[in-house]
């Protein structure tokens, strides 16, 4: 399909496991974003990167959370020892543009990661 | 800092009826973007509209209509005639030039038929 896509698209873990939530942006997309959509709020920027350059991180939780883009395409978010905590929807979303600061972001559907 | 306030958590309408979605931002920033998102069930965010600062023009979309007022800091959302596939979670959101999105809390939207 044209848009992003996202999978899983439902991810149950125990605590303690390693989890990986992959993101497929739009071919061609500069940059590319992820962040954390807690249960009835808003989504909360957590790394950009623009082609395989990860230029902002400092929106993730903490250093169990790392990002990738290795290509500057496809993009692998991994939560180390998850928490309950981290129960949440992860959003990806690209931008044709490499200036984050202007352009519309196109979502992906998200994984909706449960924590037990 | 930069804050987006949606004070309006729920609402609930009648089918045809006109409903506005309320969006107060904070920002020190004399340029920057303004958004609005429509997030259905399916959970996947739908881009809406994009302000920039020096643009106060309001902006009309066949049902949808945004009015920007830079003096009251909002970027107020109205549906005309809404439907029930209107019905979502509706945010609002603030791009300071090179900086991230702030996202509001949503509101929800029902659109009873």
Same mark, same amino acid.
């Given at each position: 399909? =044209? !848009?992003?896509?996202?999978? +899983? ?14 993101? /497929? +942006? ?40 790392? =990002? ?27 931008? +044709?543009?490499? /200036? ?9 559907? !998200? ?6 | 800092?930069?804050?987006?306030? *949606?004070? *309006?958590?729920? @609402? ?47 902006? @009309? ?7 920007? *007022? ?12 809404? *439907? ?30």
């Amino acid at each position: 399909g =044209a !848009g992003v896509s996202q999978s +899983p698209r439902y991810k149950v873990a125990k605590r303690g496991q390693d989890v990986a939530l992959r993101c /497929d +942006p739009i071919s061609g997309h500069v940059s590319l974003f992820w962040y954390q959509q807690a249960l009835g709020q808003g989504p909360e920027f957590l790394t950009y990167f623009q082609n395989e350059a990860q230029l902002d991180k400092s929106g993730l939780p903490s250093d169990r959370f790392f =990002a990738e883009r290795p290509e500057g395409s496809v993009s692998t978010l991994k939560i180390q020892r998850t928490q309950q905590e981290d129960s949440a929807v992860y959003l990806c979303a690209s931008s +044709p543009l490499g /200036d984050r600061g202007t352009y519309e972001q196109y979502f992906g559907p !998200g994984t909706r990661l449960t924590v037990t | 800092a930069q804050k987006v306030t *949606q004070a *309006q958590t729920e @609402i609930s309408v009648v089918e045809k009826e006109d409903v506005t979605l309320d969006c107060v931002y904070e920002t020190r920033d004399t340029t920057y973007y303004l958004f609005w998102y429509k997030q259905p069930p399916s959970g996947e965010l739908v881009f809406l509209i994009r302000r920039n600062s020096f643009d106060e023009q309001n902006e @009309i979309s066949g049902r949808y209509s945004w009015n920007f *007022q830079k003096s009251t800091s909002s970027f107020n959302f109205t549906i005309t005639a809404s *439907q029930v596939v209107d019905s979502a979670v509706y945010f609002c959101a603030l791009l300071n030039y090179g900086q991230n999105f702030v996202f509001g809390p949503g509101t929800r939207l029902s659109v009873l038929p």
